[in-house]
């Protein structure tokens, strides 16, 4: 099938578009720009630079997809912004693009991007994540799969989110939030294991059983962080996927771990 492109739409020449893509009214696709099949575009949206999206992405009103580094840093060139398939970006979102000639902000598939957010350059997403109306997102953070942002959250430039994790509404992160945890305030603490998340995502009740005992080490035992690492190790059940998973995100946090709520 066709694009089908309203005529006040502006579509650079050299862009590439998909089957069955739409193009909404006063839209603009630039000439960098690759839709996938089926990808959406409502009125007054815009992707632009160095950008491909997959199929089935859908791009709301006023929102800019692909637009150039807010980063002082930039020196020219080709830097972009690669996204994966049904990527939802609602009204007003900004993701821009990375920094460095041929280097890329990149976004996995399936996730649901809210009103007002804005996603920085060099950020690294993966997939199936839900980001609340509002976040701001600085540069060259990284957020694994399956992760709940809560609305008007800030994250600082380089932190990491671990996978199934969730911020909650109005926090403020300066570290690293672990994989399966839940962090609140400003600064946001770690202060429970996102059991609900982890239900939903099918987790068996063996396998949250193992992220409790996680939390606990790291987070109720009154340990250092070198000793609960320790102590993670050294547990009987540390060749599980959910040990695995804490103990080589906390082994390769350069900003540190958030802390536990007192």
Known sequence: MAARIHPS????????????????????????????????????ASVEGCTSLGAACEVFPYACIGGKTQDLKFKGGRPGLRAGDRNVFREYVTVHAATNDGEFTVLGSDNTVLAYSHIAHDCVLGSHIVMSNAISMAGHVTIEDHVVIGGAAGIHQFCRIGAHAMLSAMAKLVQDLPPYFIADGTPAEVRAFNKVGLERSGYTAEQIERVKHVFRILYRDGLNRTQALEKLAAHPQADSAEFQRVIAFAKSSERGLAPGAT
């Open 9 to 44: 739409a502006v579509v650079e020449p050299g862009a590439r578009l998909g089957t069955g893509v739409e193009i909404g009214a006063f839209a603009y696709v630039g000439a960098d720009v690759a839709l996938g099949d089926g990808t959406r575009l409502h009125h007054h």
